[in-house]
């Protein structure tokens, strides 16, 4: 009887566990990402390097949890044309293929900027430097001819990029009046301001239906927030075609921003523009914030504290975005795991960490109808 009796219980504790696992199969993994949680606020995107779109776990990472993809590089001018009339095409077509396939749109980046430029457009065979004319005709084909190689997938251009300087606006004690609030670019030195107006009449020919976008870092700043305020009104009283403002997200896990500053920010760009996007958004956790190519490549040490700060300041600034929804159109981070992050990974500015493993910070973005205090 006690021989009966075991193998009767070991038959129906192996019972019990098939049905515990649905039959043998593995658990099924949620399906649920940001594309689904947030459909009702805004679309949620990524940038992305030819390494994540050619990785079959991070491709499934990036097809579960995205609706919009930005080339993180791949597009920029001395990516694509680094000499004159010398095309660089195959990882920006391999990402706006990836697009295609996929059907994720695709936002461009970026068609004018003072860093990762073609300086070549500046100056003649000898070295010396040509005029705005020529200039213009050089800018103008370089956007033309980009604009309209990815028309069909790209749904809105960053134009121009941190065409504004930082700081308070005020003079040092070396200078007698107030700076300029434009950044003393090359295209500046040249044209003037007038360069801005160009590379969106160049946008808007090729490609009429693309909204097109000025993006700027440190844009909650209220100095900054006042001279882009200022820059994109002159633009549009003129007719220029700007449709939108990049919020670059570069912040910190501490003061920057302030959060009154970032919703000031959206509420005074929304006089302006229907279309804001977050476009560059990272978390990092030291004191340093903005788009500055001068930085620390190290955060603090990754305490249980540090970690729990971070998640409090990501959903604190979802929660803004989600009350700001109708003028919010998109929220892209700034690359999929911290190993990407131009930060550094010792940073820890994103959502995966470096092997792409979940933090639990992304829990708390996504599911934020489940945290949400009763």
């Known amino acids: 009887m006690k021989k009966i009796s075991m193998i009767a219980l070991t038959l129906m504790m192996g019972a019990a566990s098939v049905f515990a696992q649905g039959w043998g199969r593995p658990p099924v993994e949620d399906p649920t990402g940001y594309k689904d949680t947030y459909k009702d606020y805004f679309t949620v995107g990524v940038a992305v390097n030819i390494n994540n779109v050619t990785n079959p776990d991070q491709i499934a990472l990036i097809k579960k949890n995205f609706n919009s993809i930005t080339a993180e590089n791949d597009m920029k001018v001395v990516s694509l044309q680094p000499r004159e009339g010398e095309w660089n095409w195959e990882n920006a077509d391999k990402i706006a293929n ?5 059907g994720i749109p695709l936002r461009g ?4 900027w003072h860093s ?27 956007i033309h001819t980009v604009v309209n190689r990815y028309k069909d997938i790209v749904y809105c251009w960053d134009v121009v990029n941190e065409a504004m300087i930082d700081g308070d606006g005020r003079p040092t004690r070396f200078q007698r009046e107030a700076p300029s609030p434009y950044r003393q670019s090359r295209h500046f030195q040249l044209c003037g301001d007038e360069f801005i107006a160009k590379a969106f009449e160049f946008a808007h020919e090729a490609d009429p239906n693309a909204l097109l976008f000025y993006n700027d870092y440190n844009a909650a700043d209220p100095a900054k927030r006042d001279r882009i305020y200022d820059m994109v009104k002159k633009m549009k009283d003129a007719g220029v075609p700007i449709h939108g403002i990049g919020m670059q997200g570069h912040y910190n896990i501490y003061d920057n921003p302030k959060w009154e500053n970032f919703e000031a920010a959206i509420q005074k760009y929304s006089e302006l523009v229907d279309n804001i996007h977050i476009t560059e958004l990272d ?18 040490a990754l305490t249980d504290e540090i970690k729990k700060m971070q998640e409090d300041r990501y959903a604190e600034m979802f929660e803004i975005m ?38 639990n910070v992304y829990y708390v973005v996504r599911d934020f109808k489940k945290n949400k205090k009763k």
Request: net charge positive; charged share 30%; proline share 1%.
């Open 98 to 102: 990836f697009c295609r396939e996929n």
């Open 109 to 112: 980046h970026t068609l004018c």
């Open 116 to 142: 990762q430029f073609a300086d070549w457009m500046f100056v003649d065979d000898k070295g010396n430097e040509v005029s705005k004319e020529v200039f213009y005709e050089r800018l103008r084909t370089h």
């Open 283 to 300: 978390m990092r956790i030291n004191h340093e914030a903005g788009g500055q190519l001068q930085f620390s490549r190290e955060g603090a």
């Open 322 to 359: 989600r009350k700001y929804k109708k003028v919010i159109k998109n929220v892209t981070f700034w690359n999929l795991g911290d190993r990407d992050s131009w930060l550094g990974a010792r940073n820890y500015p994103l959502l995966w960490d470096e092997n792409y493993e979940v933090k």
